[in-house]
Each structure stands twice: as structure tokens, then as C-alpha cells.
């Protein structure tokens, strides 16, 4: 494989990395630079570079394993940590007192939804919606959603931190989640506004979209890779691992950053980046 193919995977990688955990749609961002710039069906194929757009969130999973390793292996019941462990507050703010604990059951609530309907329709998603147009809409349907949530969301936050987190709480986020399924919504960008109107803060809410990343992300890639094996070349796999890689060391940048300027920014100076974004590719690509 040629190195400015590698070098395309390289930059795709990093174009996750940096707006997985952002609320600007990493799928959308990935999407439109393909489809403008790199080109990738044209030395991989449909199926393979839409996989590759898939399989490259793993890179983007284990960043976010590395930062929530003490509440996964709390989760998991492996070994007991203390609030202050597993809340992983960023410098300067101060932890959040809660008598409860986020459990492994409530992720699953939060999961259910999102699984279900993934599954339903994984091929009528692959078919018809990986496409600049359709990521356009998702940009600016999401950009309506996050600005709603941070002009109407309820003056008093009722959970502060994510080991405050409902059960149904955790279903309502699941719920509004599916609207990431539609590339160019965004998962945290839904999910963080669900959960503001909800009355989460954006933090606590952040905290529990990264932890129901893990399981869908891997899960919508292990899918992926067994459908679409096939079409999968040694020549490809070059490819692959450069995404990865990439992906991976900046997803771990740009999440670190994202939680600890969340609270204070909200979901508004995303939204006008989306919209922005939106038009100049509309007028750019139309």
C-alpha cells in the first residue's frame, strides 16, 4: 500500500479522534473529508471503507477505556474504587458528593434501545445514509437539538454526577440516543442534550454517554467486520492500523480536553460549528 494512502488513513484517524467525543458527529466529520478529499472507495471499495469508518472507532474505545479504566473495572466488580477515583474530576473543580453509585445494570437500560434498533437497521444505515447530503441534514438537525437543550434545559440540575443517574434517566438518554443513528446527529451530541433537559448536567451526562460508547462501539464494529470479511485484503490492513492508531492518541487528547471544558461552554459554541460547518459544505459541495 502506497504511503499516501497511509497517509489518508492517518488523517481519517485523526478526524475521528478528534470529534468522536465532541458533539459535532465524528461519522459526519469522517464522511464529508472522505467524500470531498480522500476518496477512500476508490482503492478499498464501498463496504470496505464504509467498515473502515466503523472499525477505526476502536482506537477512539480504547481512549476512553484508558480514562475510565477504575469505573469500568468498578462496573465489572473486579475491584471497589473510591468516588474520588472513579469521578476523574478534572484540575480545579471540586468533586461531587453522591451517596449513590452508577451501576452495570443502568448501562445496559441505556443500551437496549440503541442495540435494538442498530440492529434492525444496520444495512439501510450502510446503504443510504453514509453520503455527504444526509450528514448535512444530521448536522443540522443536532445543531436544533443541542441549541434547544442549552436555552430550555431546567434552571436546577437535578444530577450533578453521573453516580446520581436514574434508571430511568439511564433509559430516556438510551432513548434519545437512537437519533444518533442517523450519521451527522452525533452520539454525545444527542445524549447530552437528552440528558440536559432531563435536568443531568452536561458533565455527568458526557461521563455516562462515554461509558455506553465502549459496548456499542465495539459492538457495531465486531458486526461490521463479520459481515463484511469478505471484502477485506492483507493489502488493507496497512490501512486499518494507521486508523487506529491515529485515532486512538488523539481521541485520548481531545476527551481529556472536552470533560473539562464541558460544563463551562455547554452545547451552544458546537451547535454554531455545525451549522457553520454545514452551509460552507453545502456551498462548497452543491
Not at 440516543?177 to 437528552?194: A, D, N, Y
Amino acid at each position: 500500500m502506497e504511503l499516501l494512502t497511509i497517509i489518508k488513513a492517518i488523517i481519517l484517524g485523526i478526524v475521528e479522534g478528534l470529534t468522536e467525543f465532541a458533539p459535532v458527529s465524528s461519522t459526519g466529520h469522517m464522511v464529508i473529508v472522505d467524500d470531498m478529499w480522500l476518496k477512500s472507495q476508490e482503492f478499498l471499495g464501498k463496504y470496505t471503507a464504509n467498515t473502515f469508518k466503523v472499525v477505526i472507532q476502536l482506537g477512539s474505545i480504547l481512549a476512553v477505556v484508558v480514562i475510565f479504566r477504575n469505573r469500568f473495572i468498578d462496573l465489572l466488580g473486579l475491584k471497589r474504587f473510591s468516588r474520588k477515583e472513579l469521578t476523574a474530576v478534572p484540575e480545579g473543580q471540586p468533586a461531587v458528593e453522591t451517596t449513590g453509585r452508577l451501576k452495570l445494570a443502568q448501562v445496559i437500560v441505556g443500551l437496549i434501545p440503541f442495540g435494538v434498533l442498530g440492529f434492525l437497521f444496520e444495512d439501510s444505515i450502510d446503504e443510504y445514509l453514509f453520503s455527504t447530503s444526509t450528514v448535512l441534514i444530521g448536522l443540522v438537525a443536532g445543531a436544533v437539538l443541542m441549541i434547544c437543550a442549552d436555552l430550555f434545559a431546567p434552571k436546577k440540575i437535578k444530577t450533578e454526577s453521573v453516580d446520581q443517574i436514574t434508571y430511568r434517566q439511564a433509559l430516556s438518554v438510551g432513548l434519545i440516543q437512537c437519533l444518533s443513528l442517523w450519521p451527522g446527529f452525533s452520539r454525545s451530541g444527542s445524549t447530552i442534550s437528552g440528558g440536559v433537559l432531563l435536568g443531568m448536567s452536561h458533565r455527568a451526562v458526557a461521563d455516562f454517554t462515554f461509558i455506553m460508547a465502549v459496548p456499542i462501539m465495539a459492538g457495531a464494529s465486531l458486526v461490521s467486520l463479520l459481515k463484511n470479511w469478505q471484502y477485506f485484503t492483507l493489502d488493507a490492513l496497512p490501512f486499518f492500523i494507521a486508523g487506529f492508531i491515529s485515532a486512538f492518541l488523539f481521541a485520548l487528547l481531545s476527551m481529556r480536553f472536552f470533560l473539562k471544558l464541558i460544563n463551562r461552554i455547554k452545547l451552544m459554541p458546537f451547535a454554531i460549528y455545525r451549522i457553520i460547518l454545514a452551509a460552507v459544505v453545502y456551498l462548497v459541495w452543491f
